[in-house]
């Protein structure tokens, strides 16, 4: 009862925080007092912090008299899973958006703190505060996480049993949201920039960096729900393509086309409604994404349960497009840019088909989300859009995006000289073409496989000439941290981290082979050149769960594939697969089903197999532990970025 109402006034704290603030910067820009951003942030921060800190208590000392740990903890969840159990559903997730709002607008305060009195800073500020003001406004009425459970309750339902069978849960939500969040901050400075009408100041590039660190937290993020998806799921798979998983990949694709049209509005001066309009576009797909996996109106293993949010989220987003398109309108006198494109193979030439594949694309995946939405509204009927759809761009995108990395950063900005640019791909070329041999010696024929790792080593060759140029040139200086900082290093790095994933994905979907084998207790079956053998059935029981473990040995290793029931929520029983994973391949065990009359192991029963019979699903995927490798890769890119020094003309992702 006590935390029920503390966890309630911590909201008023922090939505009030924000009103005052929102309210002291209109008052600042009226009278040209002094405005305390700081001040006001700190104070909604603090609230939102203590929400948070008093969800956490409650989940860890297990207070059912909350309704929200009543239905998403229990007394035997383990330390880990009630802490995440604060994401695990659709109010606590707010709280975890809410409290990474109120850091970063802190944040951004703090950094400018001595242009405070700026307007663009002003009024961003102000817009990031409405954003907090409207997340705390929703946790204050219709997605009350503290509301007080009316029954006197024991014992909690526990976590859905998917969100407590691995530790990525406490990692790929957090780096999820705060990718949605910090697209904020360029949003808020582009409606900033429009209202002062100073759109031709240093802020756009300036907000090139808030969108690295935004995009390297989404991206790493995305990777690791696959990860986590691929590990937990059973099905084998990392990406199908889900309506969820739809949601984070949209605005990631407009915010990797903005982090590279705006380095060409600073070189050349061009796209600046373009990119003004990628930003605001980016922070809407976050909201309309918001609005798939916290309305109901997608059915999704990653979204959340059926709330009255729907109508309120969709009102945001329409907001939010309304007045970027209105401020756009108004200011479009200033925006036109006094140059055009010189030349249609220069660097900008690059950049523009770069943007048009990733903004096409993102157009693609949005139609086909709401495609079944639309056709349920007009028809009444159900239908999908299913990974084929999705497949049929991504493949010839993939290529493309491989191609201008092969060639943006070593053409020149303005012109095409052909010579110097051979003389600058030749090495790769020729290495390039080596592979491309070896590979169809070696029996690969399909040509997108062979177009796909031509066009890698020609991406890699031009990155890693690219660093190479900026070590060198610390090395001159004395300076390795030079290198580190340098503008081209963060970018060229990420180049290789895509290289890497791409190259995970095309192999291990490629050539991945599924197979289901029946096995009695001793046998032993050889699967893809893996060897399998079956050795009999483990069970485990403790007051977290009852598994029925498979144990299976692949190649020596021993693997435990399981069905595992989980007490509370209605004793839910999931798949556990297990992975035998190295550098070359990973092998993909599953628990498909058993022999016999019965089952009390919660796994599918085919009676025409011979009783303490298993069916195993093994699937090998070769190099599919590189896809996770590229993701790293890609965060530490994103790192070098968004710490590098003052932005110069050397910039060449």
């Known amino acids: ?12 704290v922090a939505f009030a925080g924000a009103i005052g603030g929102i309210t002291n910067q209109i008052i600042a820009r009226r009278t040209a007092r002094r405005a305390h951003a700081v001040l006001w942030t700190s104070v909604s921060l603090a609230g939102i912090a203590a929400a948070v800190a008093v969800m956490q208590v ?36 707010l709280l975890l958006w809410s409290l990474l709002l109120g850091a970063l607008t802190l944040a951004v305060a703090l950094y400018y703190r001595r242009e ?28 009350d996480p503290f509301l007080r459970n009316s029954a006197k309750v024991l014992q909690g339902a526990g976590p859905n049993a998917l969100l407590q069978d691995n530790p990525l849960v406490a990692m790929h939500p957090p780096l999820l949201y705060t990718g949605f969040v910090g697209f904020s901050v360029p949003f808020a400075f582009a409606v900033a920039m429009l209202i002062t009408g100073r759109v031709h100041d240093r802020w756009p590039l300036e907000q090139r960096r808030w969108t690295v660190l935004a995009w390297g937290a989404l991206s790493v993020g995305i990777v690791l729900g696959a990860w986590w998806s691929y590990q937990v799921l059973g099905w084998g798979g990392f990406w199908g393509w889900d309506p969820v998983e739809n949601a984070a990949l949209l605005p990631w694709l407009t915010a990797t086309a903005y982090i590279h049209s705006v380095v060409v509005q600073d070189r050349r001066g061009l796209f600046r409604i373009w990119n003004l309009s990628l930003a605001i576009a980016t922070f809407a797909l976050t909201v309309l994404g918001t609005f798939f996996t916290r309305s109901g109106v997608l059915q999704s293993v990653h979204a959340f349960s059926s709330s009255t949010l729907g109508p309120i989220l969709i009102g945001f987003f329409f907001v939010t497009v309304g007045l970027g398109v209105g401020l756009i309108a108004w200011r479009g006198d200033r925006l036109r840019s006094p140059v055009g494109i010189d030349h249609p193979f220069s660097r900008e030439g690059l950049f523009v088909a770069n943007n048009v594949l990733f903004v096409g694309f993102a157009i693609v995946v949005l139609l086909g989300t709401v495609f079944p939405l639309l056709y349920e509204a007009v028809n009444g009927g159900q239908v999908t859009v299913g990974t084929p759809y999705f497949a049929s761009v991504a493949a010839p995108l993939s290529l493309g995006l491989l191609g201008l990395m092969s060639l943006a950063p070593l053409i020149g900005w303005r012109t095409a000289d052909a010579d110097v640019l051979w003389s600058r791909l030749r090495t790769s070329a020729w290495v390039a073409l080596v592979v491309v041999v ?40 004395g300076s390795w941290t030079q290198a580190w900082r340098s503008p081209s290093t963060g970018g060229m790095i990420v180049h290789l981290g895509v290289v890497i994933l791409a190259l995970g994905i095309v192999t ?16 032993r079956t050889i699967v893809d050149g893996q060897l399998v053998w079956f050795g009999g059935f483990h069970h485990v029981k403790n007051s977290l769960e009852s598994a029925t473990q498979l144990l299976v040995r692949v190649d020596g290793h021993l693997l435990r594939p399981a069905i595992t029931t989980f007490n509370g929520r209605n004793s839910q029983s999931v798949g556990t697969p297990a992975i035998d994973s190295n550098s070359l391949r990973d092998v993909y065990v599953t628990f498909d089903a058993v022999g016999g009359n019965g089952s009390t192991s919660g796994a599918q029963v085919q009676s025409n197999l011979p009783a303490g019979s298993v069916v195993l699903g093994v699937t090998v995927e070769p190099l599919l532990a590189w896809l996770w490798i590229g993701g790293l890769v890609i965060g530490v890119g994103a790192v070098a970025s968004f710490s590098r020094r003052r932005y110069s003309s050397e910039v060449g992702s």
């Open 116 to 143: 405070a009195s700026d307007a663009v800073v002003g009024w961003a500020t102000t817009v990031l505060l409405s954003i907090i003001a409207f997340f705390t406004f929703l946790m204050m009425g219709p997605a």
């Open 438 to 477: 070896v590979l169809v010696t070696a029996g690969v024929r399909r040509p997108a496989e062979l177009g796909a790792c031509l066009l890698a080593v020609l991406a890699s060759g031009a990155a890693l000439r690219t660093l190479r140029g900026v070590v060198v040139s610390a090395h001159r200086r």
């Open 58 to 93: 409650a989940l860890i000392t297990h207070d059912f008299s909350m309704a929200y740990v009543a239905e998403n903890n229990a007394t035997f969840t383990p330390l880990l899973y009630s802490i995440t159990g604060m994401w695990s559903a659709l109010e606590g997730s």
């Open 1 to 12: 009862m006590i935390l029920t109402w503390l966890g309630r006034l911590t909201l008023y």
């Open 508 to 523: 291990s979907t490629t050539y991945a082979s599924r197979n289901e084998v029946t096995l009695a207790v001793g046998q």
